[in-house]
């Protein structure tokens, strides 16, 4: 199982940009980077990945890479001998035990929820996935859901339904760490603040502190 509790989610940005920032994040403890650029062809999504993974198993050979969406370009890249451990499926994407099938027994799978209801259906599949992503925290320009902010209420409910683990995701900052980790979440996913950090790996290392300090 991954280390969850910072989750680097790639953001909009050069391709060079977005591996410099993900082999920093590495660096600075996040244990997952995602690649997710939108909208993105299927072969720049492969080389950005490519590169992303080059770098963060350099940076940080414990991060895990996931690709985000596309389980065939996860699939060509983990064929082709990159370090890609996996992908994050939308609620619109590849269902969980296709992607399951397709990509092995060893590779990380995450599936976006955000609703009870969404939370409850994971559960039904919780045997095809490893963690699940839930938001948005709040409100955020990154990525339009249309489902309503949770809040940091609505988490505790949601860590005790979900049969596996849970990453907060919306408009995280690490401001944000150690009052989300004390409600049970797994792990928080960050784009912008990450993205935007004039120092990523030493942002990442103060998301990380704040976290285990709010799950002491």
């Known amino acids: 199982m991954p280390d969850l509790r910072c989750y680097f989610?790639?953001?909009?940005?050069?391709h060079a940009d977005v591996v410099r920032i993900a082999a920093a994040a590495a660096r600075g403890g996040a244990g997952v980077v995602q690649v997710r650029s939108k909208p993105i062809s299927a072969h720049d999504l492969y080389l950005l990945g490519?590169?992303?993974a080059r770098a963060v198993a350099e940076a940080n050979p414990e991060t895990r890479v996931l690709i985000d969406d596309?389980?065939?370009v996860a699939a060509a890249l983990r064929r082709d001998g990159e370090a890609i451990h996996g992908v994050h499926l939308g609620q619109d994407d590849l269902p969980v035990a296709a992607a399951r099938a397709l990509l092995g027994p060893e590779a990380i799978i995450g599936l976006t929820t955000g609703t009870r209801e969404l939370v409850a259906a994971a559960n039904?599949?919780?045997?095809?996935i490893d963690y699940i992503g839930c938001g948005p925290f709040r409100a955020t320009p990154t990525k339009n859901s249309g489902r309503p902010p949770l809040g940091l209420g609505a988490y505790p409910e949601?860590?005790?339904l979900s049969r596996v683990p849970?990453?907060?995701?919306?408009d995280?900052?690490?401001?944000?760490?150690?009052?989300l980790?004390?409600?049970?979440?797994?792990?928080?996913?960050?784009v912008r603040g990450i993205m935007h950090a004039e120092n990523p790996e030493a942002y990442c290392r103060e998301l990380l502190s704040g976290f285990d300090e709010g799950t002491r």
């Open 9 to 14: 989610v790639t953001g909009a940005g050069s």
């Open 50 to 52: 490519r590169d992303v």
């Open 70 to 72: 596309r389980v065939d």
């Open 124 to 128: 039904e599949v919780a045997e095809y």
């Open 158 to 160: 949601l860590v005790k």
């Open 166 to 170: 849970l990453v907060a995701i919306g």
């Open 172 to 179: 995280v900052t690490a401001n944000d760490a150690a009052d």
């Open 181 to 190: 980790a004390a409600t049970g979440v797994a792990g928080l996913a960050v």
